[in-house]
Structure formats: C-alpha cells, structure tokens
C-alpha cells in the first residue's frame, strides 16, 4: 500500500511555478520524502528527496511541513517537457530491501501553453 | 554521464517463446533492481541485485522469471514460456551501493505478448 496521497491531476500554466502537493500523515521518523517523475513511455526519472529540512537542487524545491506529515515539490518555472505524472514515495533507509520502494497512482501535471 | 540503459526498447514475442531483456546500469553503481510496470499502474518490484550478495529475489512472481548479474555490471532479465499477462513495461535501476540510495531509472523494454 502506498503510504502518500496525492491529487490525480492538476494544470499549471507555461512560464509559472508548479506546485505539487503530498500528504504522508503516518510518515516514521526514519522515512524520507522521495520524488520522481515519469514522462509518458519513458522510465521514472529522480527529481529530489529529503528528511525535514527543505532541499533545493537544478531541478526543484521540496518543501517539508514541520510536522513532516505533507510535502510540496516545487518547480519554479513549469516547462511543456515538465508534463508528467509526478510520484512522492515515502522511503524508510534502515530497511534492506528493494520492496519499499512503492509507487502509487501519483499527480498527472498538464503544463499548458 | 552515461546513464542506465537497456535493451531491446521493445519487444513482440508470441505466447509459450522465451525472452531476455538487458540492462547495463551506471557504471559504478553496484545494486540494481528490475521492476515492471502494467498499462497505468504503478511499478511492481521484481527483483534487487546488491554487490555480491545474494539477490532478493521476492518480488518475482512464478518460477518463469529469473535474473542474473554477470561481473557485478550487466543483468538480464528472462522470462519463460511468457504468457500474456506479462505484456508490461520492464525497467531497470541501479543505484551507488544499496537501497538506501537514489535509484536512477531506463528507459525500459516494452514487451508485448501476443
């Protein structure tokens, strides 16, 4: 079962930043927020992750609430090739097998013209 | 730098014929891990390769399916007797060292059973 919800779709706009949201309520302290992206017919493609503090990279922001319970990856300037169905996955690091790296339905993110 | 690759990018088989799907990951990178996708699904883990231990070899789902990894670098992927439930999309990716990684993704095989 996949431990995050996400909105099936959403649209953005050429040029303004999109905003994705996650919420994982029942994330453990040891868990940390993934994401990925999958452009249609290609393989998933990693965006960024993070523990509690923010993180930012060439790619995106990822915003953590305090309570570590949602998150928002942020693509500052949303692109046509940034239309793709986005994946937030929740990872814990101590287990050692490739199992719990889950992916559920995602957000499909239409950038318009 | 190069990244995972594999091949074929698609195959067609008939029912009952064997196939073999390639993956070469990024060189360096000493786990690796194949998982399909089914039409607007999510991945399902098939099976995870991690230095030289002992694969995990949980997720495969019948005694048709087996993988290897020859020389800690390249692995194939083969079905057997395929059926056509096994029409999906196969992808393969590696990471530095383990799962406590970021996994980085191919392209995929696309294999369609007829």
């Known amino acids: 079962d996949a431990k995050t919800t996400q909105p099936t779709s959403m649209d953005c706009a050429e040029g303004r930043a999109a905003n994705l949201p996650c919420n994982h309520s029942t994330i453990s302290g040891n868990e940390y927020v993934y994401w990925y992206r999958q452009i249609h017919s290609q393989g998933p493609q990693y965006i960024i992750h993070?523990?509690?503090n923010n993180e930012t990279n060439e790619m995106a922001s990822l915003i953590i609430t305090e309570d570590r319970k949602s998150s928002t990856l942020i693509l500052p300037h949303a692109t046509l090739r940034d239309t793709a169905v986005y994946y937030c996955?929740?990872?814990?690091?101590?287990?050692?097998?490739?199992?719990?790296?889950?992916f559920g339905p995602g957000t499909r993110l239409s950038v318009l013209p | 730098g190069a990244g995972v690759s594999q091949s074929p990018s698609n195959k067609v088989t008939e029912k009952g014929k064997d196939v073999e799907l390639r993956c070469d990951p990024i060189?360096?990178?000493?786990?690796l891990y194949w998982y399909r996708q089914s039409l607007g699904q999510g991945l399902e883990f098939l099976i995870y390769?991690?230095?030289?231990?002992?694969?995990?070899k949980s997720g495969l789902p019948s005694d048709r399916f087996s993988a290897e990894r020859t020389g800690g670098s390249v692995s194939t992927l083969t079905i057997q007797r395929t059926q056509q439930e096994d029409s999906a999309v196969y992808l393969c990716a590696s990471s530095l060292r383990s799962v406590q990684e970021t996994q980085y993704f191919g392209p995929g095989t696309r294999l369609l059973v007829l």
């Open positions: 993070g523990l509690k």
């Open positions: 996955i929740v990872r814990s690091l101590r287990d050692n097998y490739g199992q719990n790296f889950v």
């Open positions: 390769f991690q230095g030289n231990s002992a694969p995990d």
């Open positions: 060189s360096g990178h000493t786990a």
